[in-house]
């Protein structure tokens, strides 16, 4: 029997409530950065560790902001941790979805493979007609790998 990890029909209309939630998400994620590898690469990165000494810094820095020099500027830092600690729950929510749906783009792509393995399989058996010996040719390209061995030597 043929696996069926998932059955999932789209309708008109909820393809175009997930197109208009997608551009409403662009349109808001329009003023994000797309950074190159090599920018990725060179920025100095705040991990767990380096998060929580970054959140006490601004605490004792808001409490003495005279010691702090005027080119430091303590707003527009407190604003990035404010911004970044509003991204984050979404970016989680985002992630999670964008997890599902690889799942599902997986677990379709893996139906109708298994699928069609078996068809061909039945095809290879029982398909002598002319436009199931067709098929089948095309089909074994796919998997006649001594055929492919023979050629290239």
């Given amino acids: 029997m043929t696996q069926n990890l998932i059955s999932i029909n789209f309708t008109d209309s909820a393809l175009a409530e997930i197109d208009t939630a997608l551009s409403v998400l662009e349109n808001h ?3 994000f950065l797309s950074l190159s590898p090599d920018e ?3 920025l100095a990165k ?3 560790k380096t998060e929580a000494f970054c959140r006490q810094t601004l605490i004792v820095s808001s409490q003495n902001r005279q010691a702090l020099p ?3 500027d303590m707003g527009e830092a407190v604003a ?3 911004a970044l600690d509003q991204l984050r729950p979404r970016l ?3 992630r999670e979805l964008m997890t599902r749906g690889d799942d599902t783009d997986m ?4 139906d109708i493979y298994s699928f069609c393995l078996d068809a061909y399989a039945s095809l290879k058996i029982a398909g002598k007609g002319a436009a199931l010996e067709t098929l089948r040719e095309a089909m074994s390209v796919r998997f006649n790998r001594g055929a492919k061995a023979k ?3």
Avoid: I, K
């Fill in 92 to 94: 989680h929510r985002l």
């Fill in 151 to 153: 050629a290239a030597s």
């Fill in 29 to 31: 994620f329009s003023g």
């Fill in 80 to 82: 990035d941790l404010t």
């Fill in 70 to 72: 005027p080119s430091l």
């Fill in 107 to 110: 677990a379709l792509g893996s």
């Fill in 40 to 42: 990725r690469r060179n």
């Fill in 46 to 48: 705040m991990g767990d």
